[in-house]
């Protein structure tokens, strides 16, 4: 018995022991709730991130935003040497070419000749007017641009009077007495010549049409239709068709495009 030999001590089977798990870290504060943050929870961030609380507000909040900034830096750092590489694309083996079969080669079919319209431009038809016309159509245009706008009394005081003229009526009225200091009234002389009153700028004389029936006995050279503004697109494209015909220049015509 004294010969037999020690039995082992069993070894003794180490538990693993569950390390405790990490304390969830705080979220960093925003620069923008440390901005707006009072002195209190300033203390209380710095004394967090073990950062000095001496100092003033401005101090802190200083101290605060730099530590922030390197931490996010820190962070963004980490997160770039942990992303794994992109993995090298191997060059695709070349797929050997399948035998290509002898396409059927569809018979072209006759292009068909597109007719292009050209479109030609065609003058508006103007006025046939005599040298003493023209030079009272000028004078007219020159005396329409240097008439001034004529408004009616205080026109800037009240709203409600508009900038429309009406007559000074007032017995103690500055406009009506022609003071230096206001404005002129309408007069005579801020008329054009008689000759070429009421013509259109291009010299035409203005004829309102309602019907087909208003155009017959009008002169295409001096005359010109403006259709009613109450004619409906049907009869407007007939009397259209028909001045077309007639020589006669449209001062509205309709927009087809």
Known sequence: MADEEPKAAKKVKKTAVPEKPAAPKEPLPKASEIRAAKK???VAWSDRYELSTEGKVDDLRKRLLGFVAKEEARAAREVETTEPPEEKKKPAEKEEPEEEKPLRKKPKKPKEKEEVE????EARAKP?????LKQLLALRSAKNAARPKFRRQEWFRYRMFGDEWR????GQSK?????GYRWNLPSIGYRGPRAVRGLHPSGFQEILVHN?????GLDGTKQAVRIAHGVGTRKREIIEKACDD????????MVTE
């Open 40 to 42: 209190a929870e300033l």
């Open 118 to 121: 050209e479109r030609v431009h």
């Open 128 to 132: 046939k007017l005599d040298d003493r």
């Open 167 to 170: 007559k000074p009526q007032g």
């Open 175 to 179: 406009l009506r007495r022609h003071f």
């Open 212 to 216: 087909e029936r208003q155009l017959e």
């Open 246 to 253: 007639k020589g006669l220049r449209i001062l509205n015509r």
